[in-house]
């Protein structure tokens, strides 16, 4: 069936925008799904002794080093091959992964081993999603008409959130429904198997997408880089840097200001795994109401003005919002998650397409993948278990906070020398 095509967006149907979008769901479903599920994998694979919640953040940090690998690989594919042929191949690795972590065995029924299948099939899951949200920011801004690029491409957030959103809802009840003893023996299975469920849907749809026009513009030019590695770091090592810089303040903002807090409020803030769940189903709400609303504010005002703001509110908040959080009042705590997923959200939607602006089309998604995906896996995947660390050491429950201003302190210089890439009016 032909694709109705829109005629203000180069040659790509609404249809295969929309595709791409919400496809980026998938890779956030499963890796906030780990997080919101910490404490129960801690009982199921590592025993639930004293320490074993930072050790199954540990897994997900060690796996998550894994991405920046898994973002050069499918980014070098999208640059050589085409962006379409890169998000199949990574989605299809992703289904697989997020099938056999639903059937592992548990510590209980083969030992420890248990928890080294789980971190290998994290390790494959991290490899795969490293070119699946790069793959996604390059298509929506390749295919997005040049005065809604902010909006096009927070779509990738939006629908990342939407992703979350469903984790912390199929998750919240799966706990609320069972009670501990089959939540620990089978009923930890159900959101992952929802999981490759979706993910096996939305490869079946992805195979309908349409190919970037940027990519049909490389080849007809004959463009194409041939070493998309060695092109990037020769060409574009000045935007990969400022890459990192955005995306590190992304990461943290989102990864510690958003995912972490169910494992906080369950360890530090008082509250029961079900309550701290639902709070989060809260806040992937707010996020996907703040993600299109900033995307359209940075096509209006620019990127570099709406960075500046969120990176300013993420130096002053974020450590008050967690001391609220910590106090017990669960209207606090809902203040507290709001106003750290509005931040988050904001950064991601703004993010994504500044650091794509900040790349040419040929190797894309190879600088993508060595500036915004490595920061992503040294802010993101790391910065949760630092923050759980510093909390038992410390006994200060702000720490997480401080720990999100420090990364906007240094990166707030980068964001002042940021040049505007927003497409001039015409």
Same mark, same amino acid.
């Given at each position: 069936?032909?694709?109705?095509? @829109? ?6 149907? =609404? ?9 980026? #769901? ?11 599920m910490a ?10 002794? !004293? &320490? ?27 640059? =050589? ?20 972590? !639903?059937?592992?065995?548990? =510590? ?17 899951? /991290?490899?795969?999603? &490293? ?21 096009? %491409? ?16 199929? *998750?919240?009840? %799966? ?9 620990d023996a ?29 990519? @049909?513009?490389? =080849? *007809? ?10 092109? !990037? ?6 935007? +990969? ?5 955005? /995306? ?12 972490? $807090?169910?494992?906080?409020? %369950? ?28 995307? #359209? ?17 993420? +130096? ?8 609220? #959080? ?7 705590? +809902? ?16 993010? *994504? ?12 998604m190879t ?5 915004? %995906?490595?920061?992503?896996? $040294? ?11 510093? +909390? ?13 201003? !420090? ?20």
């Amino acid at each position: 069936m032909t694709a109705i095509r @829109d005629p203000g967006v180069s040659g790509v149907s =609404r249809r295969s925008l929309a595709l791409a979008a919400f496809s980026t #769901m998938v890779e956030w479903y499963d890796f906030t799904l780990y997080l919101y599920m910490a404490t129960i994998l801690s009982r199921v694979f590592f025993g639930g002794v !004293a &320490g074993s919640l930072a050790v199954t953040l540990a897994a997900f940090a060690v796996s998550y080093l894994l991405r920046p690998l898994g973002a050069l690989a499918f980014g070098s594919i999208g640059d =050589r091959y085409g962006r379409r042929a890169a998000m199949l191949l990574s989605m299809a690795l992703m289904t697989a992964a997020m099938l056999a972590t !639903a059937l592992l065995p548990t =510590r209980a029924q083969v030992g420890p081993g248990a928890a080294g299948a789980l971190l290998a099939l994290r390790c494959v899951m /991290s490899f795969s999603v &490293g070119g699946e949200y790069t793959g996604v920011v390059a298509y929506l801004l390749e295919g997005a008409r040049r005065d809604r690029r902010g909006l096009v %491409t927070s779509g990738a957030a939006a629908a990342s959130e939407i992703g979350a959103l469903l984790a912390a809802a199929t *998750a919240a009840l %799966t706990v609320g429904s069972l009670e501990t003893a089959a939540l620990d023996a089978w009923g930890w299975r159900i959101p992952f198997l929802v999981g490759a469920a979706l993910a096996a849907g939305v490869w079946v749809l992805r195979s309908w997408m349409e190919e970037s026009p940027e990519f @049909d513009r490389q =080849r *007809a030019r004959g463009t194409v880089p041939k070493d998309p590695v060695r092109h !990037a770091l020769g060409a574009q090592r000045p935007a +990969i840097a400022r890459g990192f810089a955005i /995306s590190a303040l992304g990461s943290i903002t989102y990864y510690v200001g958003i995912t972490y $807090i169910p494992a906080f409020l %369950t360890s530090v803030g008082g509250s029961g795994e079900g309550r701290s769940l639902w709070l989060s189903t809260v806040a992937a709400a707010v996020v996907i109401l703040v993600t299109p609303a900033t995307g #359209m504010l940075s096509d209006r005002w620019g990127r570099k003005p709406v960075l500046l703001a969120l990176c300013a509110s993420a +130096i002053v908040l974020p450590a008050a919002m967690f001391a609220l #959080m910590a106090g017990g009042d669960p209207s606090a705590a +809902i203040l507290g998650a709001v106003v750290l997923a509005g931040m988050g959200g904001g950064v991601s939607a703004v993010g *994504a397409v500044a650091t794509a602006e900040l790349l040419p089309g040929e190797g894309r998604m190879t600088g993508l993948a060595l500036g915004a %995906t490595t920061a992503t896996a $040294i802010f993101g995947g790391l910065t949760p278990l630092i923050a759980q660390l510093l +909390i038992e050491h410390t006994g200060w429950p702000p720490v997480p906070g401080a720990m999100i201003a !420090a990364v906007a302190a240094c990166a707030l210089p980068v964001l002042l020398t940021l040049p505007e890439t927003r497409p001039a009016r015409a």
